[in-house]
């Protein structure tokens, strides 16, 4: 499974990045970090439905992303239109990396994720000293022990956490770490399909004072009909945005479908 082989490459990069900065070092940076801090919880828990504009070069599923505009120009339309950033930060397959992160820090006064495979104690430390406000979670590549330990260190931190499930069972280890905010990743992490049934499905989970996540396969007018009525509080659109050459009249018009279908 591509998960499998994205996770060794990680710890590749990982020993290398240590290389670089020593663990405790990192450690040090996070500790000193006196950046901005906007929360990322409450970006996505306001009324209405909010918005995270991704950043991202490439994807195991489409290859390399033919981007129609410069980094500094979407973070700008970024700032005016959505609620929130995730930034990929994972090299090998999604082409991103952590300096990508802080020239956004620099450009934008909005929340960022930093979006990677996160299974050492390092990469918090890494994203709280680059200047993120959040991390991802992926419960189909933590044991329990190491969710809970993580979302720990995330909170100790400063840091929001977005538990990412697939599944049921996942989304039932995700809710029992006492999870704030929940995600779903609508792609099929075994064969890259996206069914966004999957958002409606574990819907029926998510306690209402959670704040719930859609992520993967918003690239049309009928997803946002569709996921409108899956009770969720924010979407995350990032091949979409990447391919437009208007992110910010495509965000602005995505929040009016949705509250039309609310209306409705």
């Given at each position: 499974m591509i998960l499998d082989e994205i996770v060794e490459d990680k710890k590749?990069?990982?020993?290398?990045?240590?290389?670089?900065?020593?663990?405790?070092?990192?450690?040090?940076?996070?500790?000193?970090?006196?950046?901005p801090s906007p929360s990322f919880r409450k970006a996505l828990a306001k009324p209405g439905i909010s918005i995270i504009g991704e950043f991202k070069k490439a994807s195991p599923s489409l290859g390399k992303i033919d981007s129609k505009?410069?980094?500094?120009?979407?973070?700008?339309?970024?700032n005016y239109a959505v609620d929130a950033i995730s930034c990929l930060t994972e090299e090998d397959h999604f082409?991103?990396?952590?300096?990508?992160?802080?020239?956004?820090?620099?450009?934008s006064p909005l929340p960022i994720i930093m979006k990677d495979f996160m299974i050492d104690e390092y990469q918090f430390y890494e994203a709280k000293a680059i200047g993120a406000n959040a991390i991802l979670l992926i419960a189909a590549i933590l044991d329990d022990a190491q969710l809970k330990a993580f979302y720990q260190l995330s909170c100790e931190l400063g840091l929001d956490a977005l538990f990412e499930a697939h599944d049921e069972a996942e989304m039932d280890r995700a809710l029992s770490c006492g999870a704030k905010i929940v995600g779903v990743n609508n792609r099929d992490l075994r064969d890259f399909t996206i069914r966004l049934e999957t958002t409606h499905r574990l819907s029926k989970m998510v306690p209402e004072d959670r704040v719930f996540v859609a992520e993967s396969g918003i690239v049309e007018d009928v997803d946002v009909r569709f996921?409108?009525?899956?009770?969720?509080?924010?979407?995350?659109?990032g091949r979409a945005f990447m391919e437009s050459a208007d992110p910010r009249s495509l965000a602005k018009h995505w929040k009016e479908v949705y509250n039309s279908c609310l209306q409705g």
């Open positions: 590749i990069r990982l020993s290398e990045h240590k290389v670089r900065i020593s663990p405790s070092e990192m450690r040090r940076l996070a500790e000193a970090y006196d950046g505009i410069e980094l500094t120009d979407r973070i700008d339309d970024y082409l991103g990396n952590v300096d990508y992160l802080k020239q956004i820090r620099a450009m996921l409108a009525q899956c009770r969720v509080d924010a979407f995350l659109i």
